[in-house]
């Protein structure tokens, strides 16, 4: 058996170090004020502060070390208790910033990368504010609608409405997963109340069939729009100004005379402040298609991908406040594949304003 790396056992030195600060936090207790957000182990802690055989710890729960650690409020209770970055008060804040910056560097240098390139990776659906997040659909035409959407059928689904249930279901579950504690509400036009736009708000494809989106994407002043072209009945192409000309986006078509077989569609991830609330954020996933659209979530969600595709966002966008991404998303058995921001092609319009 090999000698752990020198980096590695440091971070779990000082894994340890913070947890025997109080002689009555015991492995046990801190696994069990971290699993209010996600369950975990004793075991598993002692991994982490093994001096023979360190294993890293995730970066979120490095997340939530930086957190537990920063506010002497953690131990007051009988149960010791993990506090989101909402519920510390200014200095907690910065103590907190501190050492999670500091755990980071020592996670990346044991994972043989630099402190500059661990830090780069993001995770867009964490929203560590812990505000409410609402995912704004569009809702189907009744023309379209099956008969399970009809209310009056025994069999009645609600979800039968919903347009781009796929990608719905994917980026609902995923950032249920990554905010445990923060309120997720989906919600069709007829459905949003003037409070759930004060959050952070993710519009769910197209604005065809949602006014709503249609406003708020006028609103968020993107360089990116969708207009109607009479040559594709099946959806709406994108439009960028690229240098002082505007340049359409198309998807593409195994027989393009029949436009039946899709092989290639078009989709956009965009993220602006909240033209609502600018302490939130605004972020759109669309495509021309149901597919593009699905592309656009799983871009950030597929677990072979995110890292990446995060990364890539980082590199390109740094501190930018708003970015905006049409990307190829291509299709292949009739399923979309997700799209990796760094492979050739794929990134077809990027643009980024403004700083945090």
Same mark, same amino acid.
């Given at each position: 058996?090999?000698?752990?790396?020198?980096?590695?056992? %440091?971070?779990?030195?000082?894994?340890?170090?913070?947890?025997?600060?109080?002689?009555?936090?015991?492995?046990?207790?801190?696994?069990?004020?971290?699993?209010?957000?996600?369950?975990?182990?004793?075991?598993?802690?002692?991994?982490?502060?093994?001096?023979?055989?360190?294993? @890293?710890?995730?970066?979120?729960?490095?997340?939530? +070390?930086?957190r537990f650690f920063a506010s002497p409020r953690s131990l007051l209770p009988k149960q010791p208790k993990l506090f989101s970055v909402d519920e510390l008060n200014p200095d907690e804040k910065k103590a907190y910033e501190k050492l999670?910056?500091?755990?980071?560097?020592?996670?990346?240098?044991?994972?043989?990368?630099?402190?500059?390139?661990?830090?780069?990776?993001?995770?867009?659906? @964490?929203?560590?504010?812990?505000?409410?997040?609402?995912?704004?659909?569009?809702?189907? $035409?009744?023309?379209?609608?099956?008969? &399970?959407?009809? $209310?009056?059928?025994?069999? +009645?689904?609600?979800?039968?409405?919903?347009?781009?249930?796929?990608?719905?279901?994917?980026?609902?579950?995923?950032?249920?997963?990554?905010? $445990?504690?923060?309120?997720?509400?989906?919600?069709?036009?007829?459905?949003?109340?003037?409070?759930?736009?004060?959050?952070?708000?993710?519009?769910?494809?197209?604005?065809?069939?949602?006014?709503?989106?249609?406003?708020?994407?006028?609103?968020?002043?993107?360089?990116?729009? %969708?207009?109607?072209?009479?040559?594709?009945?099946?959806?709406?192409? &994108?439009?960028?100004?690229?240098?002082?000309?505007?340049?359409?986006?198309?998807?593409?078509?195994?027989?393009?005379?029949?436009?039946?077989?899709?092989?290639?569609?078009?989709?956009?991830?965009?993220?602006?402040?909240?033209?609502?609330?600018?302490?939130?954020?605004?972020?759109?996933?669309?495509?021309?298609?149901?597919?593009?659209?699905?592309?656009?979530?799983?871009?950030?969600?597929?677990?072979?991908?995110?890292?990446?595709?995060?990364?890539?966002?980082?590199?390109?966008?740094?501190?930018?406040?708003?970015?905006?991404?049409?990307?190829?998303?291509?299709?292949?058995?009739?399923?979309?594949?997700?799209?990796?921001?760094?492979?050739?092609?794929?990134?077809?319009?990027?643009?980024?304003?403004?700083?945090?």
């Amino acid at each position: 058996m090999q000698p752990a790396p020198p980096a590695a056992l %440091q971070l779990a030195l000082r894994l340890r170090q913070l947890r025997q600060q109080s002689p009555r936090l015991t492995q046990k207790k801190l696994a069990n004020a971290f699993s209010a957000e996600e369950s975990l182990s004793s075991a598993t802690v002692s991994s982490w502060e093994s001096l023979s055989q360190p294993k @890293l710890p995730p970066e979120h729960r490095i997340d939530a +070390y930086a957190r537990f650690f920063a506010s002497p409020r953690s131990l007051l209770p009988k149960q010791p208790k993990l506090f989101s970055v909402d519920e510390l008060n200014p200095d907690e804040k910065k103590a907190y910033e501190k050492l999670d910056a500091e755990l980071l560097g020592l996670r990346a240098a044991a994972s043989g990368e630099s402190p500059d390139e661990e830090l780069i990776f993001t995770r867009s659906w @964490l929203f560590r504010d812990g505000a409410l997040v609402t995912i704004v659909c569009a809702q189907l $035409p009744d023309d379209v609608i099956g008969e &399970f959407g009809d $209310p009056d059928n025994p069999n +009645y689904t609600e979800l039968q409405k919903y347009a781009d249930i796929d990608a719905l279901v994917e980026l609902f579950g995923h950032i249920r997963s990554e905010n $445990p504690k923060a309120t997720v509400h989906f919600r069709i036009r007829r459905e949003i109340k003037p409070d759930d736009l004060s959050g952070h708000i993710i519009l769910l494809g197209g604005v065809v069939w949602n006014d709503i989106a249609g406003r708020l994407s006028e609103m968020a002043k993107l360089p990116i729009r %969708q207009v109607d072209d009479p040559p594709l009945e099946s959806g709406e192409i &994108f439009v960028a100004d690229v240098e002082g000309r505007e340049v359409q986006f198309w998807p593409k078509w195994a027989d393009e005379d029949g436009k039946k077989v899709l092989i290639e569609d078009v989709g956009l991830l965009a993220r602006v402040p909240n033209p609502l609330n600018a302490s939130r954020t605004l972020t759109i996933c669309n495509g021309i298609h149901s597919r593009g659209v699905y592309g656009a979530v799983r871009a950030l969600t597929e677990l072979e991908m995110r890292e990446a595709n995060e990364r890539y966002i980082s590199t390109n966008f740094g501190g930018a406040r708003s970015f905006a991404i049409l990307m190829s998303v291509k299709v292949i058995n009739n399923e979309a594949m997700t799209p990796d921001f760094n492979s050739p092609d794929v990134v077809l319009y990027k643009w980024a304003e403004g700083h945090a």
